[in-house]
């Protein structure tokens, strides 16, 4: 706080010596100054760590108590004074957070009843589009009118069929341009995780294309945005979306607490927790983006070898980090980290990885496009690793416990070296 307090003293020396006019302070025309700009530096050092904090409030305080100083011509900031601000600036974070629910369409999701918790509610496709708006005004506390004011807005805007879909509630307190600058960043990590989960937790991997419930196919255009929902007007919005978030399973699973305890952990370690670049978070959270790109692409004919070098690439972009060529570490680890009921053998996902690796070749270096036949009872290999690696990305909050002090890449040496051994 001695180095903020000088620089604070610095910037009011400049503006109050130099005799700038009240036009100049009052409209903050020096706030592209180095003088100020390593001022607000410093100050986001000390409060940008806190629960709710917001830049724009910031600035809005500190410039604010820049103008109050400068009419009485202060030119002096001692220590206490940074602490008050620094103490006002918090009170403003906790006073202007609210409320806001991320209301995310899941196209061709089954689910039989409604899913209520704090955190999550997932509203299902096939009611009707008065029910839905019934549930949502309860879930926000908002009138039936305000919520089908706001939605409306949303449909009009490229998403006609927003309200054709089951849809997730995700309710998270904090700042509204937070908010709407993360919404779609948000939603994207809730649906990928769902996913993920789906496939790692629940999805079996016999399961045949022809079981899935032709009933819960139906037309609909693609959606482009989300929804935001507020107690107060200027909260709402809709935020644009450019990814898919179809969920062509059922959800019916989370009705079950132990899983949507699991599903809810993920969400506030993987999507909601501050990660520094290099962390092992982000490491995970890029993986998850790239695991659900390969879904996407693998659910179309033409886009089957690509879906096959994404899933590969998911699973080196956890376990291979250093040292010995990818292909052996994701060999070794993989089934050292993950069990699949109903395959009693480890060498099932090894030999499993060795085929979509070998497509994987074929097609980078050959142009030889990989092909998954649906043939009833068939087990192809991608079905493994999808269900593998899903797995291994959910267990992500028990991966962390396990490493304890050491890194991700101490820890996954230490795996490699204990299974090479024992592994040929």
């Not at 062509?248 to 952990?265: G, N, W």
Request: aromatic letters at 12%.
């Amino acid at each position: 706080m001695k180095n903020t307090a000088k620089l604070y003293s610095s910037l009011l020396n400049f503006l109050v010596n130099r005799k700038f006019d009240d036009y100049y302070i009052k409209n903050y025309e020096y706030i592209n100054e180095k003088v100020y700009r390593n001022l607000e530096s410093s100050f986001g050092e000390l409060v940008m760590n806190e629960n709710y904090s917001d830049y724009s409030l910031l600035q809005d305080v500190l410039l604010n108590d820049i103008y109050l100083r400068c009419s009485k011509r202060e030119t002096e900031v001692l220590i206490d004074d940074i602490q008050k601000l620094i103490e006002r600036i918090k009170e403003v974070f906790l006073l202007n957070k609210d409320e806001h629910f991320i209301l995310i369409p899941l196209p061709e999701l089954k689910l039989e009843e409604l899913i209520y918790t704090e955190m999550i509610s997932i509203i299902p496709r096939k009611m009707s589009e008065e029910d839905k708006v019934t549930h949502l005004s309860k879930i926000t506390g908002l009138s039936i009118a305000n919520v089908k004011n706001s939605l409306s807005h949303t449909k009009q805007s490229r998403s006609p069929d927003f309200m054709k879909h089951a849809i997730l509630v995700f309710n998270h307190t904090g700042q509204t341009e937070y908010i709407r600058y993360n919404a779609s960043f948000i939603a994207r990590g809730i649906v990928s995780l769902l996913r993920a989960y789906y496939y790692g937790e629940i999805y079996e991997v016999d399961e045949y294309l022809s079981n899935i419930d032709i009933l819960n196919l139906y037309n609909y255009e693609t959606n482009h945005h989300l929804a935001i929902l507020a107690k107060d007007s200027w909260r709402q919005g809709h935020s644009t979306i450019s990814y898919s978030t179809k969920c062509s399973f059922s959800a019916d699973f989370l009705h079950d607490t132990e899983h949507m305890e699991k599903f809810t952990q993920l969400i506030k370690q993987l999507v909601l927790t501050k990660e520094s670049p290099k962390s092992m978070g982000n490491l995970f959270y890029g993986a998850l983006r790239t695991y659900n790109k390969s879904l996407d692409l693998i659910s179309d004919r033409e886009s089957q070898s690509l879906g096959v070098l994404l899933m590969i690439t998911t699973a080196e972009t956890i376990l291979a980090q250093e040292n010995h060529s990818n292909r052996m570490k994701v060999r070794v680890l993989l089934p050292r980290f993950v069990e699949i009921p109903n395959l009693l053998e480890r060498r099932t996902i090894i030999d499993s990885l060795e085929q979509l690796y070998k497509m994987r070749n074929e097609y980078a270096h050959a142009g030889k496009e990989a092909y998954f036949s649906e043939i009833e009872g068939e087990v192809n290999s991608y079905n493994i690793a999808k269900k593998a690696i899903g797995k291994l990305i959910c267990m992500y909050p028990e991966l962390c416990l396990n490493i304890g002090t050491n890194s991700w890449e101490d820890y996954l040496k230490e795996k490699f070296n204990n299974g090479i051994d024992g592994f040929f």
